[in-house]
């Protein structure tokens, strides 16, 4: 009964209603809509905006989380802790306040646990998305707190201290580096934000700590953990809105996007990238920047369209257009402008971006020789990277029918990704084995298995 319910409507929603003893007309009067938009949001026919959301919350007298189960049928759990993040109302202290919960709410193991349980919700991208784009900065990035002065020497030493973080993530995956980015974002992140700092050195603090809050959304994301993820991403666009910085906002929405193209959310994706690239011209952003920002459109569009089974010809050329600009771009070379995130979208990550294009496109050879080149490239430097680039690349031997050379490429991985704390590059590996099941008669196929279950015990 209850599942026959949820496919035509909101019932949990209209028991809501009713225990409050309130009509259809009562209810939508005391949020303030028409009647007609109310019955529209109880038979599931229209989405509901997170003001509305706010509004049924204090009308009915309960936490945000049972709005949102109303509102989207999704088995939340139990924990006044979501939403944490609001991209609406820009001010620095809300920003600092959203920002001290969210990062405290870690360093408590419970609701630790309760956060990487939270299911990603694709709703909250709208909303988010609209807030980016329309909504004002803070009026001022300078506070006048009761903590000690900042400078930009601190700015300085958080972002090093994220490039330090980054570069122990992609050695040795997300599970070893996640827990030091939480504790150094509360003990060290946010006594700075309640400090006392001018507009100028603000703006670079709030822009750092986007970029240390980015690292905890990326390394919950390795670790499968989507929603805690996303939380983390959205707390990074605040910050970046609040600090007036498209370039690092466009770095947390391209994330976002490899996120959304993971979990296979591919219309999230290509509005994420496309929001991106927006923000990204509006700024002037370099070259080198719009390269990342167009060869993930790319992607997402390849996504979404599928060209290499849809046969959908103008997807294709546009995937094509979108990668020969993205290689336009970045012959054009770096710039003095350039932000430090780009540092690590140089040629080789690049080209093992458009590999995925590539192999989208049905056009597996040259998803391979992008593959090949990344493993050979981050081998040493980003071993995890080379391990997901091994199984791209065994992917496309598979496809071409080259079962045998498919197997014998992605076999070194498994030890590879054993030695990593990265549940994302397992599930590659996983997806390849499914792959595998027209074949799974064979002997090859059932040895990989026994060795692949044996290796890569869950």
Not at 145 to 154: E, F, L, Q, Y
Not at 186 to 202: A, E, I, M, W
Not at 321 to 340: C, F, I, K, M
Request: neutral net charge.
């Amino acid at each position: 009964m209850g599942a026959r319910e949820r496919e035509v409507g909101r019932p949990e929603l209209v028991r809501a209603r009713r225990r409050k003893g309130l009509s259809q007309e009562a209810a939508a009067e005391a949020v303030g809509v028409s009647p007609t938009t109310w019955a529209r949001w109880e038979r599931g026919e229209q989405g509901v905006r997170a003001r509305h959301r706010a509004r049924m919350a204090a009308v009915f007298g309960v936490a945000a989380i049972d709005v949102e189960r109303w509102v989207e049928g999704w088995a939340f759990v139990e924990t006044p802790c979501w939403p944490l993040v609001d991209c609406g109302g820009g001010s620095l202290e809300a920003t600092v306040k959203s920002a001290d919960l969210l990062w405290r709410f870690e360093m408590d193991p419970s609701r630790r646990h309760l956060l990487a349980t939270l299911p990603f919700v694709p709703a909250a991208l709208g909303e988010w998305l609209t807030s980016w784009t329309y909504d004002s900065p803070a009026a001022s990035t300078g506070h006048a707190g009761s903590g000690r002065a900042v400078g930009m020497a601190d700015v300085t030493r958080v972002n090093e201290a994220r490039q330090a973080f980054s570069q122990m993530d992609h050695q040795f995956g997300a599970g070893l580096v996640r827990p030091v980015v939480l504790r150094y974002l509360n003990s060290n992140v946010t006594p700075l934000l309640h400090g006392r700092y001018d507009d100028k050195v603000g703006a670079e603090l709030l822009s750092a700590a986007a970029g240390m809050s980015w690292m905890a959304g990326w390394t919950s994301f390795d670790l499968n953990h989507h929603g805690q993820a996303q939380q983390h991403f959205g707390q990074a666009l605040k910050l970046a809105k609040a600090a007036n910085d498209p370039l690092t906002g466009v770095w947390v929405l391209a994330a976002l996007t490899r996120q959304a193209i993971h979990i296979d959310q591919p219309s999230w994706a290509l509005w994420l990238s496309r929001a991106a690239s927006d923000t990204a011209r509006r700024a002037e952003a370099p070259p080198r920047v719009m390269a990342v920002l167009l060869v993930r459109e790319a992607w997402a569009t390849a996504l979404r369209a599928n060209p290499g089974e849809s046969g959908d010809r103008h997807a294709a050329k546009q995937v094509e257009h979108l990668l020969g600009e993205a290689e336009r771009a970045y012959a054009q070379g770096a710039t003095d402008t350039d932000p430090a995130w780009t540092a690590r979208y140089d040629e080789a990550e690049l080209g093992a971006e458009a590999g995925n294009c590539w192999r989208l496109l049905g056009k597996h050879q040259g998803a391979l020789a992008h593959a090949e080149a990344a493993v050979a490239e981050f081998r040493v430097r980003l071993p995890r990277s080379a391990q997901i680039n091994r199984v791209h690349a065994a992917e496309a031997y598979l496809r071409m029918g080259e079962l045998e050379q498919a197997l014998e490429t992605v076999r070194p991985a498994i030890p590879a990704t054993k030695a990593l704390t990265s549940r994302r590059t397992v599930d590659f590996i996983r997806r390849f084995d499914q792959e595998l099941d027209p074949y799974g008669h064979t002997m090859a196929v059932r040895e990989f298995r026994d060795y692949m279950k044996q290796e890569l015990v869950t």
